[in-house]
């Protein structure tokens, strides 16, 4: 999937790559997903094909129905076959009428059908549209939308009617009349500030109730209670400890999605500090040229995230060295490690030409090689270093004291590329601490500098973004956003201490108190 498409590829423990969207159920819930809960057309096709190459349809001619869509539903149904879910929630992805979606729809019908209708509940996202020329919304495309579905099966239960304003209530009504659903079940989904006041929303207008009385589990569902919840909308809206200013510099900027979990897991790090996270987005390529260090003054921190291909990474470095020279707070994260693996070997250890064997294969210095489970292995899919994977901290470092002091950890991976244990001992000369491997020493997982050297620089080569949630933000993002909002207060008073300071003078005391 292209970052620049579909946004991120989220991963699960087992190693699964997903669409974001799964992302979002794993931050919002409780549930503990894995590849079982993410179903392409392609794997189903794959999976019917190597069943009737195992003859396990006994010579029977293959179709779309019933074969697909059998096979569709019964990936349904294995996510709950231990029992321990009470209730499944599938989504369809795509556009009702798309031709990708229509074996799925059609699977989903014959679900509803076979479970029985107290078992079952349609629930169907629509657009109701503002024309400002007309300045009104409309119902339209709703409307049509409800038809196509009904038009294949498929009566949908429940509207969640997306817009940029409240729905009236004539509007509801007319929707309910049209639709052939009651009035209650037709639910404003209206865009809200914060993606965390959702639940809110829907909660507001009883879509919880509605659900919980159509399934019949008024006697096993708990008696809702939000209050931590609003509590952390309220942060997330007004935090009382003040803000800081985040500087990501990366590959994909062009469509925030590209980084969906690393924008989340920051805002839940702002949550644990009670802080405002303000997150400028830079293209690496943009730093390029010698101005590049102006354009990093005005933040608090700098965060390089994961990617692919050589595109860009110069600018990355050229963020990495400032960081590292003015002692502003710097967090990697996969290919982040890598470049400041680089940066550290040419600036620290007069390794000058040092680089990954991604971006130049003739280096003469491959700080940065490819996996060496991968040698002689030319195919790109399907060969990355997936999942979860154990990590040991080293005792003392920074890492292991944000992790509340675990000897071992568990974090998830994507990627192609390592660090070369050749140049182990050569950075660590320089001063680079290597403060997590994996248990049997192969893999380098984290690095960081002494905090005599530099109060807050930490990279990893796994992703913790994917493991953050709202109510639980992942240690690292808290520590990240607290030290980024330390230097700006070490920041604020080194400005404060200058009479009448005018813009140069305060650009060169922020330096001097950073260095």
Same mark, same amino acid.
């Given at each position: ?12 423990? $087992? ?120 300045? %009104? ?53 209206? $865009?809200?500030?914060?993606?965390? $006041? ?101 933040? $608090? ?109 568990? %974090? ?12 182990? %001992? ?90």
């Amino acid at each position: 999937m292209s970052p620049f498409q579909h946004g991120e590829v989220f991963v699960t423990d $087992d190693g699964a790559e997903t669409d974001l969207d799964l992302g979002h159920y794993e931050r919002f819930t409780h549930a503990h997903l894995s590849q079982a809960n993410n179903w392409t057309t392609g794997r189903i096709y794959l999976s019917v094909l190597e069943k009737e190459r195992r003859g396990d349809y006994l010579g029977k001619t293959i179709q779309v129905i019933p074969h697909i869509t059998n096979e569709i539903m019964e990936a349904i149904r294995s996510v709950t076959a231990n029992g321990e879910a009470e209730v499944v929630i599938a989504e369809i992805g795509g556009t009702v009428g798309d031709i990708e979606s229509l074996p799925f729809l059609e699977a989903i019908r014959q679900l509803g059908n076979e479970e029985g209708r107290e078992n079952a509940l349609f629930v169907h996202v629509t657009l109701v549209p503002y024309i400002a020329a007309a300045g %009104e919304l409309k119902t339209k495309p709703t409307q049509h939308s409800v038809r196509e579905l009904r038009e294949i099966g498929i009566a949908p239960d429940i509207l969640l009617c997306r817009s940029d304003r409240p729905l009236s209530h004539d509007l509801r009504s007319k929707i309910a009349l049209f639709c052939n659903v009651k009035e209650s079940a037709v639910i404003s989904a209206q $865009d809200v500030d914060t993606i965390y $006041d959702v639940p809110l929303t829907f909660h507001d207008q009883g879509l919880d109730d509605l659900i919980v009385t159509s399934l019949h589990l008024n006697e096993v569902a708990v008696q809702t209670d939000l209050a931590e919840w609003r509590k952390l909308v309220s942060t997330v809206r007004a935090p009382s400890a003040g803000e800081t200013a985040i500087a990501i510099v990366g590959k994909y900027v062009e469509l925030e999605d590209s980084y969906k979990s690393l924008r989340e897991a920051l805002t839940h790090g702002g949550i644990a500090n009670n802080l405002r996270v303000n997150v400028r987005w830079i293209e690496s390529e943009d730093l390029m040229d010698e101005e590049s260090d102006a354009r990093l003054r005005d933040f $608090d921190a700098i965060l390089v995230p994961g990617g692919f291909g050589k595109r860009g990474v110069e600018g990355m470095i050229r963020a990495i060295s400032y960081a590292r020279r003015t002692r502003t707070p710097y967090f990697g994260i996969c290919l982040g490690m890598q470049t400041a693996c680089v940066e550290f070997a040419r600036s620290a250890c007069d390794l000058k030409d040092a680089d990954s064997t991604e971006f130049n294969l003739e280096t003469p210095h491959p700080i940065i090689f490819k996996l060496r489970d991968l040698v002689g292995v030319e195919q790109f899919g399907g060969t990355m270093r997936l999942g979860a994977c154990p990590c040991v901290l080293s005792e003392g470092s920074l890492a292991r004291e944000i992790y509340g002091g675990a000897e071992e950890i568990s %974090e998830r991976h994507r990627h192609r590329y390592e660090f070369n244990p050749a140049y182990r %001992e050569a950075l660590k000369k320089g001063g680079l601490i290597f403060s997590g491997v994996s248990p049997d020493q192969k893999f380098i997982e984290i690095i960081e500098l002494s905090r005599d050297e530099h109060p807050w620089f930490l990279a990893c080569q796994f992703h913790p973004e994917f493991k953050s949630k709202p109510l639980a933000p992942h240690p690292l993002f808290a520590s990240f956003v607290h030290a980024a909002f330390q230097n700006r207060l070490k920041t604020e008073t080194s400005v404060e201490q200058i009479p009448d300071a005018d813009a140069p003078a305060i650009e060169r005391a922020a330096t001097a108190s950073e260095s």
